[in-house]
């Protein structure tokens, strides 16, 4: 049970460390995966709606990262 535990600074710092271009590949691939949620979600196949509000939120994070950099 000595499992360890990272603490959320640690996670933020890992994020920030991110490159532009980094930055860029990751909001691609989070806009593909949004999109994939929004067609699953109108097929009746989305278990766990909660995920479009965590998906969306990221890619506003990860936009704001790209202009902060501006």
Do not use: C, W, Y
Not at 28 to 47: I, W
């Amino acid at each position: 049970m000595a499992e360890k535990k990272v603490s959320k600074t640690a996670k933020t710092a890992e994020k920030e460390a991110l490159t532009k271009e980094a930055l860029e590949s990751k909001l691609v691939d989070l806009k593909k995966e949004q999109m994939n949620q929004r067609f699953q979600l109108a097929a009746g196949q989305l278990p766990k709606t909660h995920v479009l509000r965590k998906t969306r939120r990221e890619i506003a994070r990860v936009k704001t990262k790209l202009n902060a950099a501006k």
